[in-house]
């Protein structure tokens, strides 16, 4: 088993014992593939455009979706998403993307379309900011946070918590509550195919990398957010000692040959 995959294994198992009911129902670790390594709807990865890689570095390791913005993506397909629902990804949007990047989507751009879509950059900028937008078919709205809030070309952790009952969403940038508020639209339909990397109607694709999609049934808190995000992240001493040990080993390794 990969690092990534024991880390979200503990993730999953700590957020379940903290609340008895966040339940992660699938995930993307694009070791190799798009497959669903919790429940049974596999991703499937578009033509062209969208590899596989291990070039570059992967978060916790391994592989991950590689996007190059043109149309590259993979759809999840209709079943993955419930009333509720939180799910997390690790995204680096690489130096020059510009316009909207997107990092999920079950609705076609512009705002009020019926559905969800989480994008990186305000159209025609790259000015960083996060959204999540929401809208019925006739009114939308969303948490917008920032301009700057998301770095380029750095592996960062998005997460988003979704309530269509009550109208209450979050949106976080590594463990942390956005400031874009909690409204997002009540009612707004979750079926259909959902996409990783652009939106319905193929419109903002992704340039850079997507990796560790996860997604729960349930709107997890803050606090669940919060330990999610923790759990993984390895410790900085960890590396750390890991090269100590490493070193230590060397220079005995060296005494004795010498």
């Known amino acids: 088993m990969t690092t990534k995959c024991t880390l979200l294994l503990v993730a999953s198992a700590l957020l379940f014992a903290s609340t008895g009911q966040a339940v992660m129902t699938h995930r993307y670790t694009f070791e190799g593939n798009a497959n669903d390594t919790v429940g049974s709807i596999d991703g499937v990865v578009s033509a062209s455009d969208a590899t596989i890689s291990s070039t570059g570095g992967a978060p916790q390791g391994g592989s991950y979706l590689f996007l190059t913005g043109t149309s590259g993506y993979v759809l999840l397909g209709d079943g993955v998403l419930g009333t509720q629902f939180s799910f997390s990804a690790w995204v680096k949007v690489n130096t020059g993307a510009s316009s909207i990047q997107a990092i999920m989507a079950n609705a076609n751009a512009n705002a009020g379309t ?99 999609v996860t997604i729960y049934n349930t709107a997890l808190s803050s606090q669940e957010v919060s330990d999610a995000y923790i759990q993984a992240v390895p410790e900085p001493a960890t590396g750390a000692m890991m090269a100590i040990g490493g070193f230590i080993g060397f220079l005995i390794r060296r005494h004795f040959r010498d």
Do not use: P, R
Not at 123 to 142: F, P
Not at 153 to 164: A, E, L, P, R
Not at 171 to 192: E, K, P, R
């Open 114 to 212: 019926d559905g969800f879509k989480v994008f990186v950059n305000n159209w025609g900028t790259s000015d960083g900011a996060l959204t999540l937008e929401t809208g019925t078919g006739v009114t939308g709205t969303g948490i917008y946070a920032s301009s700057g809030t998301v770095e380029y070309d750095v592996w960062s952790q998005i997460f988003v918590t979704v309530d269509t009952v009550s109208g209450v969403g979050g949106l976080y940038y590594n463990g942390q509550a956005t400031d874009g508020g909690t409204t997002i639209s009540q009612g707004f339909h979750v079926d259909g195919d959902t996409y990783i990397g652009q939106f319905l109607d193929g419109n903002f694709n992704m340039n850079g990398g997507i990796d560790d």
